[in-house]
T-cell receptor, first 113, second 112 residues
Framework: QQQVKQSPQSLIVQKGGISIINCAYE??????FPWYQQFPGKGPALLIA?????SEKKEGRFTISFNKSAKQFSLHIMDSQPGDSATYFC????????????FGTGTLLAVQP | DGGITQSPKYLFRKEGQNVTLSCEQN?????MYWYRQDPGQGLRLIYY???????QKGDIAEGYSVSREKKESFPLTVTSAQKNPTAFYLC???????????FGSGTRLTVV
């Protein structure tokens, strides 16, 4: 119930292409869904986040699509660039005092020039 | 600049030793967290603290201990009871206004 399942484990995309990473959850109490980007040897950095009252959120080339009925959400990276090559984590949490984030297992994205 | 500082960046532990990882933040955040990262397993929660002098176990607390004597500091001790401590350890704090986590740059611990 507390898991967040992420796929694919790794992804290779050509420069200019669209990268798509998917996540699924079971716990309907989750109310905050962020995506984090991590470069080797660094801590994750918040990329974009969404709440279940909206179906899509866009920030620059990054878009989160959210399907509440299917309990799925995805990250789309438009016009992927070599600098986007990193590990991406989806996560989910239940609001309130603790805000513990439950992370997916990560997707290693490689954008080829 | 506000942020989280973790030290050391690399740490080597001998069998049977306790080691302490430092985490300091100047973001004025109440809540702080420790995560462990292993290849292919994402980030798993070790301990978290919502306020000074209070902390709770996460999903994998066995073999670890923490303290929260100051708002700015949340050190993690990896004890000899942790049988597989080699991992990348990440400290984070929470901005309760937007739910955003800020992570430190991590400490890579290796058992030698």
């Amino acid at each position: 119930q507390q898991q967040v399942k992420q796929s694919p484990q790794s992804l290779i995309v050509q420069k200019g292409g669209i990268s798509i990473i998917n996540c699924a959850y079971e716990n309907t109490a989750f109310d905050y869904f962020p995506w984090y980007q991590q470069f080797p040897g660094k801590g994750p950095a918040l990329l974009i986040a969404i709440r279940p009252d909206v179906s899509e959120k866009k920030e620059g080339r990054f878009t989160i699509s959210f399907n509440k009925s299917a309990k799925q959400f995805s990250l789309h990276i438009m016009d992927s660039q070599p600098g986007d090559s990193a590990t991406y984590f989806c996560a989910a949490s239940i609001g309130g005092a603790t805000n513990k984030l439950i992370f997916g297992t990560g997707t290693l994205l490689a954008v080829q020039p | 600049d506000g942020g989280i500082t973790q030290s050391p960046k690399y740490l080597f532990r001998k069998e049977g030793q306790n080691v302490t990882l430092s985490c300091e933040q100047n973001l004025n955040h109440d809540a702080m967290y420790w995560y462990r990262q292993d290849p292919g397993q994402g980030l798993r929660l070790i301990y978290y603290s919502q306020i000074v002098n209070d902390f709770q176990k996460g999903d994998i607390a066995e073999g670890y201990s923490v303290s929260r004597e100051k708002k700015e500091s949340f050190p993690l001790t990896v004890t000899s009871a942790q049988k597989n401590p080699t991992a990348f350890y990440l400290c984070a704090s929470l901005n309760r206004e937007d739910y955003g986590y800020t992570f430190g740059s991590g400490t890579r611990l290796t058992v030698v």
